[in-house]
C-alpha cells in the first residue's frame, strides 16, 4: 500500500499547491482520498486523470471537493478523445443531498457509503468515524488487509480519536492551528492535539496536513513531538508513505 499527498493545504491552495488530497495504490489500482481545489493539476505529475479507479471524500467543504467539478470535465473530455465510456465512481456520504448529487456526472456516479459499516473499494477497507467539524465530515480508517493508515479529515479534538486510530502505521491528523491556540468552532486541530492522539492511540507514524496558512511550520512539528515521541512528518505535495 502506498499513500501519496497530493495536497496539504487548509482553506485555499499555496501558490502552485492544493488542498486537501491523498493518492492511495496498492496491485495497480489508485483511489483519491478528497479532490480539493488545484488537485487536478498537481495530481498529474503522480498519474493521469483516467488511471484513477475510485474517488472517496470525506465531506463536501470547497478545499476538499473543488475540483471534483473539473475532475469530471477531464473524464468527460478524454472518454471522448479515447472513444471510450469509462465511469468514475466517486464515493461520498449522502447527510448532505446537494453534495452527494454533485458527484454524478455523465461519466461519474455518486456513491453513497453507509458511515456505519465497512466500505471495500478495489483492496481496501474503509470504516468511519464522524468528525467534529460544522459539517458532516468522517475521517477513515483504511487498511490494505495488513496496514493501516488513520485519516481525521477535517475535526476539531475529539477522544473517539483514540481507539479509532489505535496502533495504525500511520496517522494523518489536522493540524490547521498551533498549540495555544483554539480551533474548537472552527471544527480543527493543534499540533498538540494531534500528536496526543498518536501518543495515546500507539501509532507508528504522524503526519501533520490541512496545514495553516501562517507561522513556522516546522513549529508546529516541534510542538507536537513534546507529545508525542515517535515518527512525526509535515506533510507536502509528493510525500509518500509506503507500507
Known sequence: MKLTVIGCWGAYPAKDEATSAYLLEKDGYSCLIDCGSGVLSRLQSFIGVKELDAVILSHYHNDHVADIGVLQYSWLVQNSLQETSDVLPVYGHSEDQTGFKQLTHQFTKGIAYDPEKELHIGPFQFTFL??????????????????????????????????????????????????????????????????????????????????????????????????????????????????
Open 130 to 243: 464522524k468528525t467534529s467539524h460544522p459539517v458532516p465530515c468522517y475521517a477513515m480508517r483504511i487498511s490494505d488487509g495488513n496496514k493501516s493508515i488513520v485519516y481525521t479529515a477535517d475535526t476539531s479534538y475529539k477522544e473517539a480519536f483514540i481507539p479509532f486510530s489505535r496502533k495504525a502505521d500511520l496517522l494523518i491528523t489536522d493540524c490547521n492551528f498551533y498549540d495555544g491556540q483554539n480551533g474548537t468552532k472552527a471544527g480543527h486541530m493543534t499540533s498538540k492535539q494531534g500528536a496526543q492522539i498518536a501518543a495515546e492511540a500507539q501509532v507508528k507514524q504522524l503526519l501533520l496536513s490541512h496545514l495553516p496558512h501562517f507561522g513556522n511550520h516546522e513549529e508546529l512539528v516541534a510542538q507536537a513531538g513534546a507529545t508525542f515521541q515517535g515518527d512525526i512528518q509535515l506533510a507536502h505535495e509528493g510525500w509518500v508513505w509506503h507500507g
